[in-house]
């Protein structure tokens, strides 16, 4: 089945050391998408690819940077995770919204920790 | 811009009964509208969605929604609910930007 992939699906990392989630697709979509979500709250946006162009959130820290090799695979760096960076990391995709809008097909997440 | 207002922070239903999920939607051109579900340490799980086609929008696993245009409301039913219904319920926005709006959630506990 075509899907969104995050790996690992939990992360244990020390307070100020850089980490780097990851996320792949198979469903071919241009579009690829970071959401922050913390406990009982709604995903936040922290940045997304359409195709190769980064575009950033206004309020997305610079702590939080990202990279997208190629169509399949996108990846989210915490260069000096803080304590309050631990939270549910989500990935999403969707197709070109120039073929009207569409969905956004989201992976199961990393959940970070910081000690 | 848009956004969207979940009227219930939390429902609970007992198992059999019916499920309503209260939206609200703002939005300044025709809207496309989506409702996700969330369980414990998931993703999100695409329900239904209305993208200006028919008004009642079916969905997954028995979910249902109706949009009202003069009310700006998206609410979402289910004629009978599951203990597996159990979980966080989204609705959701999309922008001229293909960006989402998210609603607070509405959480839904089902009582055996």
């Known amino acids: 089945d075509a899907m969104v992939i995050q790996n690992p699906r939990y992360q244990v990392t020390q307070f100020g050391k850089p980490v780097t989630l990851s996320c792949s697709q198979t469903l071919n979509h241009n579009v690829m998408y970071w959401y922050q979500q913390k406990s009982s709250q709604a995903p936040k946006l922290l940045f997304h690819y359409y195709d190769k162009d980064f575009n950033n959130e206004a309020d997305t820290p610079d702590n939080f940077q990202s990279r997208r090799p190629n169509t399949s695979f996108c990846f989210l760096d915490i260069r000096s995770p803080g304590l309050g960076d631990a939270a549910m990391y989500l990935c999403a995709t969707s197709s070109s919204p120039r073929q009207g809008f569409q969905p956004q097909h989201f992976g199961d997440g990393t959940r970070l920790s910081i000690l | 811009a848009q956004s969207v207002t979940q009227l219930d922070s939390h429902v609970s239903v007992s198992e059999g009964t019916p499920v309503l999920l209260r939206c609200n939607y703002s939005?300044?051109?025709?809207?496309?509208l989506f409702w996700y579900v969330q369980h414990p340490n998931k993703g999100l799980q695409l329900l239904l969605k209305y993208t200006s086609a028919a008004t009642l929008v079916k969905g997954i696993n028995g979910f249902e929604a109706e949009f009202k245009k003069s009310e700006t409301s998206f609410h979402l039913t289910k004629p009978s609910a599951h203990m597996s219904d159990a979980a966080e319920y989204f609705c959701?926005?999309?922008?001229?930007?293909?960006?989402?709006?998210f609603g607070a959630g509405t959480t839904v506990t089902v009582r055996a």
């Open positions: 939005s300044s051109y025709s809207p496309s």
């Open positions: 959701v926005v999309s922008g001229s930007d293909y960006k989402l709006s």
